[in-house]
């Protein structure tokens, strides 16, 4: 596999916060030089395509946002999909996902609005509230479909994890007694996304990530190779106890190991 396709996960993996990972930018640069291909996939909703380029390249790490698959993006690639561009969509979240649902031909409206919806999207909202949650909650019992773009528990910070975007879908959930549509990581929809994108066989792909729940299970469900980085959320010691689509293809230590 000399010419192969690195999909990385970011946060805790190239970046944690807004502090590079060890060896982030130098392994990438030399992906890049011997002719391989690199793609950055992210649960994260917050930002949208352009926003995460932005910040890879300010931290060293030069990306275009067409090597860029966040959740709230390939929402949008599951709208268009399904039908459903030109729809009402009630979002909680933030920037990022307004942004690439609005791009992507959706009507998008906060909780804010007393519009009826056809959709309810919910995402890390660091604004989460009752109110928002209770806007969700009756635009779901009225029939809007709930969609998830992932459900992250929490995200790698500088000084430990946050609540992340999975932990604002459980609360919805638990209020509407209903079960989401997931789009992110560990379902596949995204890295089967990245390979129609790029036209790269999955046996030529690489799925490079921190987390055995997302990363990790989401590489193997999809039939691509798995690599865990160790310094996001997991040891070693439970990577290596991990059993079926859980167990990584490889651990290392950091980037600077990925030959």
Same mark, same amino acid.
């Given at each position: ?116 919806? $056809?959709? @309810?999207? +919910? /995402? ?9 949650? #209770?806007? &969700?909650?009756?635009?779901? %019992? ?61 046996? $030529?792909? @690489?799925? +490079? /990530? ?9 590489? #193997?469900? &999809?039939?691509?190779?798995? %690599? ?32």
């Amino acid at each position: 596999m000399e010419r192969a396709l690195y999909i990385f996960d970011l946060d805790g993996v190239i970046y944690r916060g807004n502090t590079p990972q060890p060896f982030a930018a130098e392994t990438i640069q030399r992906i890049r030089r011997e002719g391989s291909r690199v793609f950055f996939l992210t649960n994260n909703a917050s930002l949208s395509r352009k926003d995460v380029s932005g910040k890879l390249t300010r931290l060293g790490v030069p990306a275009s946002p067409d090597e860029v698959m966040t959740s709230s993006f390939a929402t949008g690639l599951w709208f268009r999909e399904h039908g459903a561009v030109g729809k009402r969509v009630m979002i909680i979240g933030e920037k990022g996902c307004f942004d690439e649902l609005s791009a992507a031909g959706m009507q998008v409206f906060s909780p804010d609005d007393t519009t009826d919806v $056809d959709f @309810v999207v +919910v /995402g890390i909202d660091r604004t989460f509230n009752y109110y928002k949650l #209770n806007c &969700a909650q009756q635009a779901i %019992l009225k029939g809007a479909t709930f969609i998830a773009t992932n459900r992250d528990p929490t995200y790698p910070r500088e000084d430990g994890v946050s609540p992340g975007g999975g932990s604002i879908v459980a609360a919805v959930a638990t209020a509407t007694g209903r079960e989401p549509v997931t789009i992110g990581k560990p379902e596949t929809y995204t890295i089967r996304k990245i390979l129609e994108l790029t036209g790269v066989d999955r046996s $030529d792909a @690489v799925m +490079v /990530g921190d987390r055995l729940d997302t990363d990790i299970l989401v590489g #193997n469900r &999809a039939g691509v190779h798995t %690599l865990l980085v160790l310094g996001g959320v997991c040891t070693r010691e439970e990577a290596e106890e991990a059993q079926g689509d859980l167990r990584p293809g490889g651990i290392i230590e950091n980037l600077g190991q990925l030959r």
